[in-house]
């Protein structure tokens, strides 16, 4: 009776078996778990990403600075819409890192991707206040107005005028229309001058300066229009009445091409490209280029990189 197993003996020899067999799993799992190529395959997954997203970010900028440059509203649309798809394809791919290293990174890896993350979202911001105002092209379709429309009616009522002074070359004429027509046509001119500077303005104060001399010069337009209708020989006068008329048809267009002016969307959007949103791309592609360093540092027991391993 002595010589067989007690139940004991048994359930400690179970035990036992039991331990070895964990402690043998756990060491499978082990190195199963730090098998070199696979960590080196999981690092170059994270590290191609976080590259994907530099170039995204870099892609996305482009498109952004020809949305900006466009002359066309349809050319901006396209691009601004290619900006919008990229920056969204950098934020599904930083949504696939976080979930990655949420499985194999460290978590200084996670707290740089989270502070991408911020400067993303700040760039992002930016981006959408700069599509916004480069799809109105307000600045472009000011200049359209300037030397288009308002152009031609310029030139209508300068025809009329000029036509008006060859009727009335006589010495005894000439002295009263000349000052006249000629303080007419050099009036608008001013303010035709006037108006282009306003139109590339980034300032308001400035803006405000060049309207109040584009009025003046208006008020002294009007007064001489007004002068010559009022001699006897210009009542009822087609050339005078086609004069006046081009410019009233000429304030018309003024007044649209300083609202539009006003609004500022493509001096605006280019400013924000040159500063704001340079600087936070900046920011952006520094902290990505932070995380990758810190991907590529990661290190794999049994990996050395090409540098000697230090003896044990």
Same mark, same amino acid.
């Given at each position: 009776? *002595? ?26 799992? $082990? ?11 999981? *690092? ?48 599904? =791919? ?21 502070? $991408?993350?911020?400067? $993303? ?19 472009? *379709? ?27 070359? !006589? ?30 303005? =980034? ?7 060049? =309207?109040?001399?584009?009025? !003046? ?5 009007? *007064?001489?229009? !007004? ?25 018309? $267009? ?12 493509? +001096? ?13 791309? +900046? ?14 540092? =990661? ?14």
């Amino acid at each position: 009776m *002595k010589n067989r197993p007690v139940i004991t003996d048994i359930l400690w020899m179970g035990a036992g078996a039991a331990v070895l067999a964990v402690i043998f799993l756990g060491a499978w799992h $082990f190195q199963e778990s730090a098998d070199p190529a696979r960590l080196l395959a999981a *690092k170059a997954s994270r590290a191609d990403l976080v590259e994907r997203m530099q170039l995204a970010i870099a892609s996305a900028s482009e498109a952004e600075k020809s949305a900006v440059l466009a002359t066309t509203d349809e050319d901006s649309r396209t691009f601004a819409d290619q900006a919008r798809a990229t920056a969204a394809d950098v934020d599904r =791919e930083r949504q696939q890192l976080a979930g990655l290293l949420a499985e194999g990174g460290i978590a200084h890896e996670q707290d740089l991707l989270a502070r $991408f993350s911020e400067t $993303f979202e700040n760039l992002r911001h930016i981006d959408d206040e700069v599509l916004r105002l480069a799809v109105e092209n307000t600045n472009l *379709k000011a200049f359209a107005l300037l030397f288009g429309p308002a152009a031609d009616a310029l030139a209508e009522m300068d025809a009329a005028l000029s036509r008006l002074l060859a009727r009335h070359a !006589d010495p005894s004429d000439a002295r009263r229309v000349m000052p006249l027509a000629f303080g007419a046509r050099l009036g608008v001119l001013r303010i035709q001058g006037l108006l282009a500077p306003h139109v590339a303005e =980034e300032s308001d104060a400035k803006m405000d300066r060049l =309207e109040a001399a584009m009025a !003046d010069e208006e008020t002294r337009v009007r *007064k001489d229009l !007004d002068e010559l209708a009022a001699l006897p020989s210009f009542r009822g006068d087609a050339d005078l009445a086609a004069a006046t008329s081009s410019f009233v048809q000429y304030g018309g $267009f003024k007044t649209r091409i300083l609202a539009l002016s006003r609004e500022n969307t493509n +001096v605006r959007s280019l400013a924000l490209s040159l500063n704001q949103k340079r600087k936070a791309m +900046v920011v952006c592609l520094d902290a990505l280029d932070a995380l990758r360093q810190a991907i590529l540092d =990661e290190p794999i027991r049994g990996v050395t990189y090409g540098r000697p391993v230090s003896p044990r």
